[in-house]
């Protein structure tokens, strides 16, 4: 794993540019906090400035109460997880670990994989969403526009090379 970008916002989004094709995936680890009074505020975001309805998503989660599934066709944004908010327990953030497969095969859509949680305070909430852009073209930029990341939220991004196997 080869760190490419860290970005530290305080407000708005974060977009990652110029990203090189060197690599086999990439993966977003977002620790964040949002300026929303949700709970679990969606981070949005899409691909090489891509909205038009060319993502889908299937969501799973549960809150330690009850759980819940979600999906839906021609959407237009990526969703890569949860930011926690104002309703939270103060000063808790949340976690996403994102992969995005095979992000500069022009041969295929892209995938994305993300694991997600929020702890307040021994309540909370976790989830697994599965995506995908449904465009052929390399992936040369990543936004995630969540509703104003609130100042200690950190995005970084990560290239992921693939090693051949060796050996029987």
């Given at each position: 794993?080869?760190?490419?970008?860290?970005?530290?916002?305080?407000?708005?989004?974060?977009?990652?540019?110029?990203?090189?094709?060197?690599?086999?995936?990439?993966?977003?680890?977002?620790?964040?906090?949002?300026?929303?009074?949700?709970?679990?505020?969606?981070?949005?975001?899409?691909?090489?400035?891509?909205?038009?309805?060319?993502?889908?998503?299937?969501?799973?989660g549960?809150?330690?109460?009850?759980?819940?599934?979600?999906?839906?066709?021609?959407?237009?944004?990526?969703?890569?997880?949860?930011?926690?908010?104002?309703?939270?327990?103060s000063?808790?953030f949340?976690?996403?670990?994102?992969?995005?497969?095979?992000?500069?095969?022009?041969?295929?859509?892209?995938?994305?994989?993300?694991?997600?949680?929020i702890?307040?305070?021994?309540?909370?909430?976790?989830?697994?969403?599965?995506?995908?852009?449904?465009?052929?073209?390399?992936?040369?930029?990543?936004?995630?526009?969540?509703?104003?990341?609130?100042?200690?939220?950190?995005?970084?991004?990560?290239?992921?090379?693939?090693?051949?196997?060796?050996?029987?």
């Open positions: 794993m080869y760190p490419i970008a860290t970005a530290n916002p305080t407000t708005g989004g974060v977009t990652f540019i110029s990203i090189p094709q060197t690599f086999t995936h990439l993966q977003l680890r977002i620790f964040s906090r949002s300026s929303s009074g949700s709970a679990g505020q969606s981070i949005p975001g899409s691909f090489n400035s891509d909205g038009g309805s060319n993502y889908a998503y299937h969501v799973l549960g809150d330690g109460g009850s759980t819940f599934s979600s999906s839906a066709a021609t959407q237009t944004n990526v969703y890569f997880g949860w930011s926690a908010g104002t309703t939270n327990t000063n808790a949340s976690n996403c670990i994102v992969d995005i497969l095979d992000y500069a095969n022009t041969n295929k859509y892209k995938t994305v994989k993300t694991l997600t949680g702890d307040s305070n021994g309540s909370g909430l976790v989830g697994m969403w599965s995506s995908v852009w449904m465009s052929t073209a390399a992936i040369t930029s990543i936004l995630l526009n969540p509703n104003n990341f609130a100042t200690g939220s950190t995005v970084q991004l990560y290239g992921i090379q693939s090693s051949p196997r060796t050996g029987a």
